[in-house]
Structure formats: structure tokens, C-alpha cells
């Protein structure tokens, strides 16, 4: 079975900082790998993926996201924080290939400070 | 339109009470996924539909919980006999190809059971 797992539940950064918020996978197939935003109240907004090609991938916002097999791994990296970058940030990576369900990790809260 | 619609946005409901969640995907996206997510933000998968054949239902606790898409309708998922645990929000994705293009969420519907 798939599975997501990211590493710290709250992130803190300063605005003009780097984000570094960390996701690793487990999956026996290629995985399709996303990244989503959720902001207070609001549904998910996707920033990125990662389905095949480049293992770099970019997304809006400026964040952009590495796609490394050998470790297991889809990192999400924005070189400087924005006080409009705080919301939640969920890791998903695709069931059954290109027509299955998200798997879904808990989800990291990024707060930005001034 | 271009974005997925979900109806209404909070609704509260007695224990016991019957809860019926609607949801217009965006036009031409023949996958529709239901997901609930509870206070802790962890999303959990409910069913999954292909045009209004059920895709995917491993989710779905059968006893309570139905799902239907109909053509020409809204997608709509209906809970008998809500309990205090339902109280989360649902959300309802779309995608025309969920692989490669990644899936759009509706902002969901908020219900509160009391």
C-alpha cells in the first residue's frame, strides 16, 4: 500500500527565508507525486506534480519540489518566505497509477514570521 | 465552468438526521473523488466515480454512507442517519486525467453534527 509520510507537523520560518518542507513515500509502482496548499477555510490548490520527466518540478508561487527515487523523497523548497506563503501543505501521491485515489499525508502548517 | 462546486457550504444536522452533500464537477472531467477530512486535517478517501460508474468505493463505510453520479446532475453524497464522528469537511475533486493533469477540489462543505 502507498503511503505519504512528512516530517514536522509545524514549520516556522521568517519572511526572506528558505522553506524546506519534507515529504517522503512509500509506493511499489512509479508514483505520481502533488503538492497542495490549503489556506483557513478554503479547499486545496494544487502547486505542483510530479508524474514523469523532469524530476525537477516547478510550480506557482515560486516553490518547486525534487523528485528523488533513491531516496524516497518529493521536497518541497521556496527560496524566500512570504507572509502569504502561511497556510497548510499537504504531500499526496496517486493510488493505482494515473486514475487512483490521492493518498494524502498529514499535513504540514507553515507559519511565516515578520 | 472551471471550477468544481459544491453545495451547500456548511450544513448542520441533528444526530440521527439525514445529510445530503452535492458537488458539479468541472465540465469534461469524467473523475469525481469524495474525500472527508476531520479536525486534524487528515483526509480520508470515500469513493471515486468514472462518468457515474463507482470507481473506486474502499472508503466508503456502506452502512451509512451512499454516492451517486448521475448524468445531467450533480454527484451527490448522501449520509443516513448522520452520527456526531461524520462532523468534518467533504471535498470533491475532478479530473479529466487524474494522473497527469492532478485533480481540482471544490471547497467543500462543512457539516456539523450536533
Known amino acids: 500500500a502507498q503511503s505519504v509520510t512528512q516530517l514536522g507537523s509545524h514549520v516556522s520560518v521568517s519572511e526572506g527565508a528558505l522553506v524546506l518542507l519534507r515529504c517522503n513515500y512509500s509506493?511499489?509502482?512509479?508514483?505520481?507525486l502533488f503538492w497542495y496548499v490549503q489556506y483557513p477555510n478554503q479547499g486545496l490548490q494544487l502547486l505542483l506534480k510530479?508524474?514523469?520527466?523532469?524530476?525537477l518540478v516547478k510550480g506557482i508561487n515560486g516553490f518547486e519540489a525534487e523528485f528523488k527515487k533513491s531516496e524516497t523523497s518529493f521536497h518541497l523548497t521556496k527560496p524566500s518566505a512570504h507572509m502569504s506563503d502561511a497556510a497548510e501543505y499537504f504531500c499526496?501521491?496517486?493510488?493505482?497509477?494515473?486514475?487512483?485515489?490521492?493518498?494524502f499525508g498529514k499535513g504540514t502548517k507553515l507559519s511565516v514570521k515578520p | 465552468g472551471e471550477e468544481v462546486a459544491q453545495t451547500p457550504k456548511h450544513l448542520v444536522r441533528g444526530e440521527g438526521q439525514k445529510a445530503k452533500l452535492y458537488c458539479a464537477p468541472i465540465k469534461g472531467h469524467s473523475y469525481v473523488f469524495w474525500y472527508q477530512q476531520v479536525l486534524k486535517n487528515e483526509f480520508k478517501f470515500l469513493i471515486s466515480f468514472q462518468n457515474e460508474n463507482v470507481f473506486d468505493e474502499t472508503g466508503m463505510p456502506k452502512e451509512r454512507f451512499s454516492a451517486k453520479c448521475l448524468p445531467n446532475s450533480p454527484c451527490s453524497l448522501e449520509i443516513q442517519a448522520t452520527k456526531l464522528e461524520d462532523s468534518a469537511v467533504y471535498f470533491c475533486?475532478?479530473?479529466?486525467?487524474?494522473?497527469?493533469?492532478?485533480?481540482?477540489f471544490g471547497s467543500g462543505t462543512r457539516l456539523t453534527v450536533v
Open positions: 509506493s511499489s509502482v512509479p508514483p505520481y
Open positions: 499526496a501521491v496517486s493510488d493505482r497509477g494515473s486514475q487512483g485515489n490521492l493518498i
Open positions: 475533486a475532478s479530473s479529466q486525467f487524474p494522473g497527469t493533469y492532478g485533480y481540482t
Open positions: 510530479y508524474t514523469t520527466g523532469a524530476t
